[in-house]
């Protein structure tokens, strides 16, 4: 139980990490390729704050926000006006930078010897764990909620634009980089408020936790969902991670000795669904709004389907049975 | 509204391209700006709303008794200034319909705000209405959806420059892809608005009858130079524009 919670609480966290990377590359056509950079800068800053500092959790996340905000902003001012095959560089290059400070600057995080303990803000015994994971899913609720009112927004339409041909959007008057700038440091912020809630969660921190496949695991969620769809990072990361980290490889019946395949396994899956999902539906599982109506309109007709077929098979059974029996009777009678 | 240019050059890789010595656009209502291919055209279109620098020289935007200097702002500022571009080759937003362009186009940045997002209310009635005044004036197969052909999407691009309500507005090439009676329709509502004195206009064409008919003023640009301007009458009657460019 208390493992399911913890991987209920870091999907929920992986959902928050598309969500962002939703806004910035399916709204905005910003790359961001260093999505962990941001979520590892936050978790260790957190724990930073809170292990070395003894800060509160409320003061450490608060000054977590702080510090991602500056760097991001900073980050965004130099690599924002370039072009996108250079922010997708640029921020690769990030992420494994901070990746390398957590093991280099020993006397801050104390390197591959690791960071810990750090404990859970809410403190009544017994609950931390659903109590963390309650607060994780009102957050995610509520960003998805400003996320489905941003896809009708002027805010949103503006973004769409700067997506399609930023130029043409500059020339009606739209100052395209200040929206951009904005936008960019806001979501990287909420990334790295993400680490910092990841640091309760994980407990103890270690450089490890700073890999790439973190940032292509957040990329492949948010293509299979739908990158410009408002549900498809939620949907992408519930296929991926829900599906194969939690249901597969944790409560698949496997046994022992195949167990090590497991993992392997989940990524050549992962990579199979992904190619298949790029063939047959190159915008994801959602495609574009009007797209995913459709989806779900497939969806509903199949379960109806599956429906009717069921309540015929149920009749057919019971007449069956029923002949059966029936027929017995006849033959006893007779 | 009037542009001033002075000692305006551009040149790529040293390769000289345009070079004004002295010139004024927007005095006289509408003006024509022709001249051969490769003359300079688009790249001047493209220096004065500050999407190509110049190499050297300096641009005035003159609006009332405020002189703007082009030369330090960005081109979504010189937008906003009032002097709005049409676009040559085919431009647009692929993902927005032909509604959401215009709307696009006609809000203000003040609305598209991060509160702004939590409003219900996301339509600007004033809008939607001069939206519906365009769309019932130009005809769309299909108004609520996307403009397909290149003519739709061409005439959108002048539709989304007019909505902006430019002070001066620059035209490149607005018959190329356009049908004729099209293009009739919107050089019409463009001459009434300059009539009004909401605007002026530089058009950009190679189709002369469409600068005779409707310019009062007109520039001929060879080789990077402003060789000859006058009235439509001069400029037909002029030695130097019939040798280099009409061919006779």
């Known amino acids: 139980m208390a493992y399911l919670i913890f991987s209920l609480s870091l999907l929920l966290i992986y959902i928050g990490l598309a969500q962002m990377l939703h806004v910035q590359f399916g709204l905005l056509g910003v790359p961001n390729f260093g999505v962990v950079g941001f979520w590892g800068l936050g978790m260790y800053s957190v724990g930073v704050m809170k292990v070395q500092l003894d800060m509160s959790f409320v003061d450490s996340m608060v000054l977590t926000a702080a510090l991602v905000a500056v760097v991001s902003y900073v980050l965004g001012a130099l690599i924002l006006r370039l072009e996108r095959q250079a922010i997708l560089c640029a921020t690769i290059a990030f992420s494994a930078i901070i990746a390398l400070l957590a093991v280099t600057e020993k006397w801050m995080t104390m390197g591959v010897v690791g960071l810990g303990t750090i404990r859970q803000p809410f403190r009544i015994f017994g609950l931390e764990e659903i109590l963390f994971f309650f607060f994780l899913l009102v957050l995610i609720i509520g960003v998805q909620v400003y996320l489905l009112k941003l896809h009708k927004s002027r805010l949103g339409r503006l973004m769409v634009a700067i997506r399609d041909n930023e130029e043409l959007a500059a020339s009606l008057g739209k100052n395209t980089f200040r929206v951009k700038i904005i936008a960019f440091t806001l979501t990287c912020t909420i990334m790295g408020v993400l680490g910092g809630l990841s640091a309760p969660l994980n407990q103890f921190l270690t450089p490890n936790m700073i890999v790439p496949s973190i940032t292509f695991a957040v990329w492949i969620s948010l293509v299979l969902g739908g990158k410009e769809h408002a549900l498809g990072a939620m949907l992408g990361v519930f296929v991926t991670f829900g599906l194969f980290d939690i249901l597969i490889e944790t409560y698949a019946p496997v046994s022992p000795q195949f167990a090590v395949l497991v993992p392997n396994i989940k990524l050549f899956l992962y990579g199979a669904l992904l190619v298949g999902v790029l063939v047959y539906r190159p915008k994801g599982f959602l495609g574009q709004s009007s797209k995913a109506d459709e989806v779900l309109a497939v969806l509903g007709h199949g379960i109806a389907i599956i429906g009717s077929e069921l309540c015929e098979a149920k009749n057919a059974i019971s007449k069956g049975v029923d002949r059966a029996l029936n027929g017995r009777k006849t033959e006893d009678d007779a | 509204m009037k542009l001033h240019m002075r000692n305006l050059t551009k040149a790529y890789h040293a390769h000289p391209v345009l070079n004004v010595k002295e010139a004024s656009l927007g005095t006289h209502g509408v003006e024509g700006l022709i001249g051969p291919n490769g003359a300079g055209k688009s790249t001047l279109m493209g220096l004065l709303t500050r999407r190509i620098k110049p190499s050297t020289g300096t641009i005035k935007l003159e609006d009332g008794d405020v002189t703007h200097r082009l030369n330090l702002i960005r081109s979504h500022q010189v937008a906003n200034l009032g002097l709005v571009k049409t676009n040559q080759r085919i431009q647009g937003f692929s993902s927005l319909t032909i509604r959401d362009n215009l709307r696009l186009a006609a ?13 219900d209310d996301q339509v600007d009635e004033a809008i939607e209405a001069e939206i519906d005044r365009y769309l019932s004036q130009f005809s769309f197969a299909d108004p ?32 190329a892809g356009l049908p004729d009676d099209i293009t009739k329709e919107v050089m019409d509502l463009v001459g009434a608005k300059v009539e009004a004195g909401d605007m002026t206009v530089v058009i950009v064409e190679h189709d002369l009858d469409l600068i005779w008919k409707y310019c009062s003023y007109v520039h001929f640009l060879s080789e990077g130079e402003i060789l000859f301007h006058g009235t439509p009458d001069d400029v037909k009657n002029n030695r130097v524009v019939a040798e280099k460019y009409m061919g006779v």
């Open chain 2, 107 to 119: 809000t203000s940045t003040i609305d598209e705000t991060y509160r702004g997002v939590l409003d």
């Open chain 2, 144 to 175: 609520d959806g996307f403009a397909k052909s290149g003519g739709e999407k061409k005439l959108l691009d002048i539709l989304r420059c007019l909505i902006l309500k430019p002070r001066m507005l620059l035209m490149d090439e607005p018959t």
